[in-house]
């Protein structure tokens, strides 16, 4: 089993920066890969960015080059730094790890960004 614990969300004024941490507690050295995603109001939750655990990551076209995803080393750790907010960034942020054989899915709780304009 794996668990999730997000942090680090918050009110930011658009141009500003928020950094986003999401922390693994179980069996982390059965994550395959971790992620963040977002889901804003009347909208359906996306994909924000991925990092294997090999380290190969991936971004949404919308956040790419404002968002860096990292793991730390001892891969129990994602963070998500934002930065150059737009108020369309605005949403709950969650992470998900992708773990065992089988590819199951945690989900954190979920962390508010709200960036104003």
């Known amino acids: 089993q794996v668990q999730l614990v997000e942090s680090g969300g918050g009110l930011v004024q658009a141009g500003g920066s928020l950094r986003l941490s999401c922390t693994a507690s179980g069996s982390i050295f059965s994550i395959n890969a971790m992620g963040w995603h977002r889901q804003a109001p009347g909208k359906q939750r996306e994909s924000v960015a991925d990092i294997s655990a090999g380290g190969y990551t991936n971004y949404a076209d919308a956040v790419k080059g404002r968002f860096t995803i990292s793991r730390n080393n001892a891969l129990d750790t994602m963070y998500l730094q934002m930065n150059s907010l737009k108020p369309e960034d605005t949403a709950v942020y969650y992470c998900?790890?992708?773990?065992?054989?089988?590819?199951?899915?945690?989900w954190g709780q979920g962390t508010q960004v709200t960036v104003s304009p």
């Open positions: 998900n790890a992708r773990w065992g054989p089988l590819d199951n899915d945690t």
